[in-house]
């Protein structure tokens, strides 16, 4: 740990109790469920009237004009009122309904009803938030358990106005709920929830660099989230972006499967003035929403480990009916973990050299470094990145960093327009000691990180200067070739007493049926000794199976009676046939040899001396790619020395025998 004494910036962690103190707030709604709810739904009853609640005082400066307009509309007969009431409440969405949200509490004999009729009165998208809760099947039950009024009373007890909660508060308020929610129905909260420092920490990263340009005048930026939760990581990216450019325009999409998160992040997009059509509901995988669009900056906090069989369909046609042409050219990984293919997915999504390039940030854990031998899914995707110099920097964060998984994890950078500097090169930065614990765990987080560590992270990212924590690796030195290597065949085949032991249960011998024990016993009298060679042995087997009766054995069965013969000898001449040496398949081993490496030198050094009689027949044999993140920052430590060692073992059992003595008497 970097830091003993922490120095946690004061404005952050107020901010974290204000919104702590907010979520408390509406925490306690989910109260007066207990008993007619199990747990796993308060959610779906809260988190809607949540957002209700915050788009209804976002919608009050415009509020009566809106409705005086859709008197107007509807006296008119106009059919289509949806882009006039936009106009007129000078946002993205609108509710004409004539209450206000906290005006329902007015009738309370008619609450559901009106409920009813305030969430027909919002228009499409915002409406769209709303139904992805499934909020309405919901109100008469609420009615029956004499809740709806209670509910809807603590819900308006809770300041949520824009002039008193901001936007990037607000999303942070609705991630604290989902956590908390999530961990009492014992769901995945971390699928949903990303640690705001660890979103800092992407977004610093994948800003870092594009300083000089974000301060221009006019500048324009989109960025994308593939697995966007509830937009906490749209929403910082535009903040920070704000922060170096208060006028400049920055549109933000994302896709999210989550019917939930989608619902939250869509009424935090209409909120922020965003386009919220720009966030589309479904599979990135397999229902691309955003196809052909690409963007300047492309983040993700994508599941871990998580196994894409329901979309294997729709992946594996596109990689092998479109190729580089579509999202996952480079390779597919293996169906129990997708990760891979959200960074493909977000690859295909950066825009082009030609127009001015992209960077994306994404989460992964320690898998995607080096799962996958030669040849595999993984190790081509590896390779694609590395040899197109696409892996600008990874960035191994803390363990216990998240709040559903304890494990290592790591931020990869990668860009089609890296610096002079950085070509050719990957850095990799080790964060993992540079963290602050927790006074409270939550879930598997028992540790985060300052502001000061986030920036010194990022300064280190910048620096560019190797280090403890930082290395620059260039990318060939994380290729290496498969390479087999043989050895001679030195045996003999004969006949001994141990030979033909246990035979009669092996499966082919099995599959003779009534011939069986005939062919068993003709084995047995085969004459002890040894054959010229495998043909000779081969012969006299068939001959013996011939003169019991069986009727002619196939190669399927002779095989495996050879196999038995055959006894190696360390001392004996290799074997030959008309190709040359036979090689020995026991012995067959592979080797990793680095891209840097020649195979020849390679043999030289680290096998021949070993085994002199060993060879590789192809010697270019497969490539593949993996990423050593720990062995690259293994740094040894001595043991302590056995006199230290056994002082410290004497003390201790001379402590033990004082306390025994104290107890005895």
Known sequence: MTSSAPSVDDRSVAKDAEVRNHANLIWSVAELLRGDYKQSDYGKVVLPLVVMRRLDQMLEPTRDNVIAKAVELEQMGIDHPEGALRSTAKLQFFNRHPLRFHQLLNDPGSIADQLDAYIDGYSVLARQAIDKFDFESHIPRLKDANLLYKVIGRICDVDLHPDRVSNADMGAIFEELIRRFSEASNETAGEHYTPREVVRLMVNLLLDGDEDVLTQAGVRRRVFDCACGTGGMLSEMEEQIHRYNPDADVKLHGQELNPESYAICLGDMLIKGQDASHIVHGNSLS??????????????????????????????????????????????????????????????????????????????????????????????????????????????????????????????????????????????????????????????????????????????????????????????????????????????????????????????????????????????????????????????????????GVARPAAGLLKPLVARCLTRDPDLDPIRDKKGVVADPDLRDTENVPLTDDVADYLDREVLPHVPDAWVTDPEGKVGYEIPFTRLFYRYTPPRPSEEIKAELRARAKRIRELLEEVMV
């Open 287 to 548: 229902n691309d929403g955003h196809a052909g669009e690409r963007f300047h900056y492309c983040i993700a906090n994508p599941p871990f480990g998580v196994d894409w069989s329901k979309v294997e369909e729709a992946v594996r046609d596109e990689h092998e009916s479109l190729g580089f042409d579509g999202r996952f050219g480079p390779g597919l990984p293996r169906k129990s973990d997708g990760q891979l293919l959200f960074l493909m997915h977000l690859l295909s999504k950066m825009r082009t050299p030609e127009e001015g390039g992209g960077r994306l940030a994404i989460v992964h854990n320690g898998s995607p470094l080096f799962t996958g031998a030669a040849g595999s899914g993984e190790s081509e995707i590896r390779r694609y990145l590395l040899e197109h110099d696409l892996l600008e920097a990874i960035v191994a964060l803390p363990e216990q960093l998240f709040y559903n998984t304890g494990i290592a994890s790591y931020v990869w950078l990668v860009t089609n327009r890296k610096a002079p500097e950085r070509q050719g090169h990957v850095q990799l930065i080790d964060a993992r000691e540079t963290w602050t614990k927790m006074r409270k765990n939550l879930g598997e987080k028992r540790r985060y990180l300052t502001d000061d560590q986030i920036a010194e992270v990022t300064r280190l990212h910048g620096a560019l200067e190797e280090g403890d924590q930082v290395k620059l690796v260039p990318n060939e030195q994380f290729g290496y070739r498969t390479i087999t290597v043989d050895r001679p065949l030195r045996a003999r085949w004969q006949v001994d007493a141990e030979t033909w032991a246990g035979v009669a249960d092996d499966k082919p011998v099995g599959k003779l049926g009534d011939d069986r024990d005939a062919a068993v016993a003709a084995l047995g009298t085969m004459p002890e000794g040894a054959f010229a060679d495998e043909a000779a042995c081969r012969a006299a087997i068939r001959d013996a199976l011939d003169a019991s």
